[in-house]
Structure formats: C-alpha cells, structure tokens
C-alpha cells in the first residue's frame, strides 16, 4: 500500500505561517517574477451562480517545491465565503508531499501581503493616511499587514453597505487603527487608497482621485470585474502589475489598455519596485497605480514556506 499523503489543517498551518515567514516568500516570488525566474501558467476560472472558484498554479525556480492551489468564493452560504487548499510538490520528483487545507487562509495572506508590499513601496514615505474601497476581508487584512511595513495613521472606509464600513472600522479601531467611515469620494481622495472589491464598474470617477499618490487594485481577479476607472491610468506615472499578462487579460491595466487610455507596455512589475526606493525617483507629486491579480508563483512560494516550517517543526 502506497503511503499517505499528509493532509494538513488550518491549526497546524497557521500555527508556522508567520506574518514575516508569509511576507519573505511573497517578495521573493514577485522580484523571481520580474527577472524572469518563474514557471507560471495562466490561472483557470470558473464561474458558477452562487460563487467562483481559481485554479492557480507556479514556481519559483530553485524552491523544493511547486504548487497547485484551488481557491473558491461562495458568499452567502451561512458559512466563510473563502475556501479552499494547495497540492505541494517537490520540484525535484514531482511526487506530491502535502496537501494544506487551508480553507482559503492562505491566499488571503498572499493577497494580504503582497499589497502591502507594494503599497509601501510606492506610497511616499510620510504618508499615513489611507482610503479603504471595500469592506471584505482584505479591506482589514490590507491595513493591518501594510502597518507592519510603515505607520498608518488614518483609515477612511467605504463600502456599498455602511452597516460593513462601520464593522471594518470597529475591527480596525480594536486593532490600534484610527477608522471611520466615509463616502467613496471620500476615502478615494486619500493619499493612499486601497481597492478591494469584487467590483464590475468603476467604484468613482477618476477626478475623485485627484489627491491621491497611490492606489493598490486588487479586486479584478476574473474578467469581468472593474475597480477603477481607465482614464485614471493615464494620469498615472508609474504603473505597476504582478503579472504583465494576466493583468492585461482582467485586470484594471487591461480595462484601461482597451480603452485605449494607455498602451499595452505601459506597465513595470511589481517586483522591480520592491527592495528600493522608486518613490524617490518618482517625486510626491505624482501618482503610481499597483495592479495585482494574484499570481500562482507566490501561492508557491508561500506553500513551500509552509511545507518546509512544517517538516522542521
């Protein structure tokens, strides 16, 4: 009889997957991304009436392992509306090792660190104060990983319900954050604003941007969804995507790029910026716009983190 494979919980997931830990293979999987040091094939979705569900898979070459992750949303339920797990493999034998069932834990940390990377990277340095569009999940997990890299200050919340931007405000207010609700036009005029919504129209006018200095999307994960108006993408001076391809495909870059408002190599990657100071080089008075649509080589590289805290425990 052949061995079994290992099926691993949340608690014991969680209980290696530091914040720190989640942080380093988030980063090193988006710079291998931009030098090119990644396997990564196009996501596969599925769209289903009452949810959706990813299937992402990545590597970062020279990692022991590889990855296939299925992610599902199914809101409404009575029951989380995020599951899900990945199937670790070595890299060197293609025998599977684990499967982390994770119930959707960790894409959401992925998701989480990998904004909040890339926000502090290109929001100038003295800026505290941050717009929230959404009241999800990632709208506290992004505010609360982005305090682990600088000070925040400030949180303006919108969401379509205000019953949600007032709960996201309480949590984050019991968490050490000054939160409170706003309108969108509001918490979009922040110098800092996050989107993260499952949006399929622009969440404001792209003059309600006008103060900011940076903007993270991270919503458009699947075509169809829309956070921010193309229009916006021509103001910008720098625009930044986890992945060129998957980003032009569905992701706000592609909306504006068919919009004809910017042309399709208008984009860096995320990891050119990470690591040094862009800001610098970029000015205060501009604005930078971060793209992400979540990429299978990070969900590989943070199962691999996992897998490897998990052996040696």
Known sequence: MSKQ???????????????????????????????????????????????DCHVKTGYV??????????????????????DGLLLVIDASTGRPVAALADEGWLTAWRTAAAGALVTHALTPAGVTQVGVLGTGPQARLQVEWLRELRPVTQVVVWG????????V????????VAAEPGAAERAAS???????????????????????????AIGTDMPGKNELPPELFAQATLIATDDHDQCLDHGDFGNAVRAGEVAADADVPVGTVLGCTPRKRLGRDVLSIADLTGIGAADAAVASAVTTALWAA
């Open 190 to 216: 922040q110098p800092c604003v996050i989107a993260a919504t499952p949006a399929t129209a622009p969440l404001a006018p792209a003059s309600r941007f006008a103060l900011a200095k940076h903007i993270t």
């Open 5 to 51: 494979l290992p099926v691993v919980g949340l608690a014991d997931i969680t209980a290696v997957a530091t914040r720190s830990l989640v942080l380093d293979a988030v980063r090193c999987a988006l710079v291998a991304h931009a030098e090119g040091a990644t396997v990564l094939p196009p996501p596969a979705h599925l769209d289903f009436p009452a949810g």
């Open 160 to 167: 379509r319900r205000p019953a949600a931007a007032a709960e």
């Open 61 to 82: 070459k020279g990692m022991p392992h590889f990855a296939v992750k299925v992610a599902t949303g199914f809101p409404g339920r009575g029951l989380p509306a995020n």
């Open 169 to 176: 405000c309480a949590d984050l207010r019991a968490a050490g």
